[in-house]
């Protein structure tokens, strides 16, 4: 079993920035990929971006390509998403994804296995 925790949600100026950690804990994975997805109200999850463990690659929404940067430490088994140039349609719940695999394709939600709580990102214009 694996659990994830986020961290460093919270409410921001447009055109700042902030940082969200996911730290896993439990069973870990060398191949496992990682992902951020988030969920506005009244609208439906999207994928925001993942990293695959194994090869430190990464991928992105159009949304966020170029502000957002995904970035693994994986002596820590922790994931950031260090979020730049926010802007109003980025507030959400941010969640931390998780599944022991190469996933493919990594923006649908149900490839995961694993999932944190969520934590609240609120851009205030």
């Known amino acids: 079993q694996v659990q994830l925790q986020e961290s460093g949600g919270g409410l921001v100026q447009a055109g700042n920035s902030l940082r969200l950690s996911c730290v896993a804990s439990?069973?870990?994975?060398?191949?496992?990929?990682m992902a951020w997805f988030r969920q506005a109200p009244g609208k439906e999850r999207e994928f925001v971006a993942a990293i695959r463990w194994s090869d430190i690659r990464t991928y992105y929404a159009d949304s966020v390509k170029g502000r957002f940067t995904i970035s693994s430490d994986n002596a820590k088994n922790t994931v950031y998403l260090q979020m730049n140039s926010l802007n109003s349609e980025d507030t959400a719940v941010y969640s931390c994804a998780a599944a022991p695999r190469r996933v493919g394709p990594v923006a649908i939600s149900n490839a995961y296995d694993y999932w944190g709580q969520g934590t609240q990102v609120t851009v205030s214009s």
């Open positions: 439990g069973r870990t994975f060398s191949s496992a990929t």
